[in-house]
């Protein structure tokens, strides 16, 4: 990669202070931050982060691709490393928790436990991983999908971003052309991301750390309903073929349905489209989509096979056509359970109050877990508010995030605890 | 006005080549009829008709806004004329029979009625009505509310078409200038408007001729739901406040509520506006529109009182907030029972299948009928289909028409049978 300039910047290792000055690394022309794979503010992250890694005596390399990783170098070299990190890319003004959290706690966590315990038994590593969002070439978890090996199965020569750059180019254009290590990364004894989390729950129910049990799957429709667009005036009710009356039956019952079946099951309505949209005018055509999601695939299935069925049964009823198109679907996936009772008897022994809960969206931790024992765990986010510049953890949160993982290192890597 | 050729053009006076030879008079640029008022080809059109009228040996004049009238006198100078007509100008693109089949089939009904027996007792009139649409100047009955002198009370001098020209300015340039006939127009002793019925209802129920006795009220409404904008994936559904679910929900019900108020009370929501948008994010906001309809004002305003009511309960039950804006109200205008008891007789006399209805759209006739006995007589659209070039009738349900105004004009101008 280019050549950068290791100066020493002298920023405290408070969590807030460190947030910020990582967040400094971005593109600021708009609101928020945003921090584009590959893009210079990517790398000059990239560069502080491995530079700040260097300073505290990390052990720090890049992969082939970008991801940066720091090492703190265990007693036993046949013990398989421990990795903990998340992405370090950002959506389009974005906040400064989302993924940067996960990497800077990890440091933090890394440079107490040294100080603290000395050389591990086990190896530790932090990873700042390239590209989690897909914000700037439509192809998410880039960076964890490398680590694991999978992206050597998918053809990305094609994938350009919306200046026509492609994905390929962008990264041998920064020198990430070669393998700068033979370390294989699917020799690993475990993954472990801490995450603000994006949603309202810990917020509301007064709670500090979430335990992630699993990935929720997820399933996304489109409805179109054909009727019959007609004269708001001159068609008497009882000669009507009203799409939108027939969505909204549709939709009132999804709702209904996604209730009855119950937490943790999701169901959204994000879009709806109607033809011709005219106050006075009956809607021939409407389509809307619909979102599921459960982390149990066979809950996900019935759901989806029953509002299916459910749906033709009202539509013919209604005397509309329907289709439904399953667009875009991803599996549920389970957390590594053998690491959730380390993490949960750290919160029992420091009396943290926490709760076992399920993502409702994706993380790094999914693609990780194909292939090694890998978990997620949670810190409140203020109004659930995510992927905005006003998304925010107070300080106090984020440092028992730090501290729940930091005792959870020291179990597997010191305390020779095995998963 | 203009000076023009009354050339004579040889078109027979069968009812579908005249509504052909009539249709010629429009821009046809793309598809359909467009005959915008005080455009060129408006003028052709009228200029047309006075030929034919005069060339049938009616007395031709313009009022000062271009209505056009062609008389056939009476005996008795002191019995008030019949009128009867409907509206020459067109929506854009609009088909060949909306309006100009009430102007043709009148013409038509006093040359069967000069032919055939001579002079009236009482001056029948047929009117060619410059403006209903407002398809060129944001202003609808510019002149049947002429003819009545309610424009005298309004402020029109601002009113322009999308390319700034005004509508006193366009009817000037046509000669239109000063009051050409001092007839009292308000002096009239019946209306009677022939139209398509541009709805499925006659069609459907296998009749011919429709008499209406009463033109609906509207009221439209927007209805604007504020919940929380929040990630599908990470909120769980008892904590959302759904825009597009309470939308649904109040959609559901409304549809639910017209049928139960029954015939001939409709009510559509023709348009809906969800924020953000996005499959993956809970709608924070959606506005739609409603657009009721029914020909009792007491009715309708229970209604209205009635979702109202049920709105405001349910939004707050899916604790959302509501706004409704009521934005458009027209009153609902009773047509002449003592007309339509003529009608009646002509139906029953020459065993026409005929149905008392209400009209879903406005017409001229509601202008009127606040000043003299008006009623409105409607023919089958084939599927309903209107302001569309798609728009038909057939020529039996066309001359079916003719005859029940031919004999009704008889009964009225020449038995002397007062309504």
Redesign the interface.
Known sequence: MLAYNEEVIDVSDNINDRLKWLASFGERKDVGITRLLYTDSWLKAQQALATWMKQLGLNVYYDDVGNLFGRLEGKNPLAKPILTGSHIDTVKHGGMYDGSYGIVAGILALKTLMEREGEPERSVEVVSICEEEGSRFPFTYWGSKNIVGETIKEDVSELRDEEGISLLEAKNRLGFTSKLTTRKKKDVSAFIELHV?????LE?EKLDIGIVEAI?G?R?FNVRLHGEA??????????RR?A??G??????HL?EM??DYG??????????E?LP???????GEVSF?I?V?HPEVEVLEAFCDHFYNEFYTISKRCNLQIEITRWMESEPVKMAPELNEKILEVCLHKNIKYKKMI???GHDAQVFSKYYPATLLFVPSQQ?V?HSPLEYTDERNLQIGINVLTETLYKLAYKGERT
Chains 1, 2 share one sequence.
Do not use: C, F, W
């Open positions: 989390e994006q949603g309202i729950i509301r929720v997820q996304r007609n004269h708001a005036g001159t068609t008497p009710m009882k000669y009203d939108v009356r969505a909204g039956k549709l939709i009132d709702m996604a209730d937490e943790p099951l999701v169901a959204t309505v994000g879009k709806i109607v949209n005219t106050p006075n005018v009956i809607p989509t979102d999601r993502s409702g969206a659930g995510s």
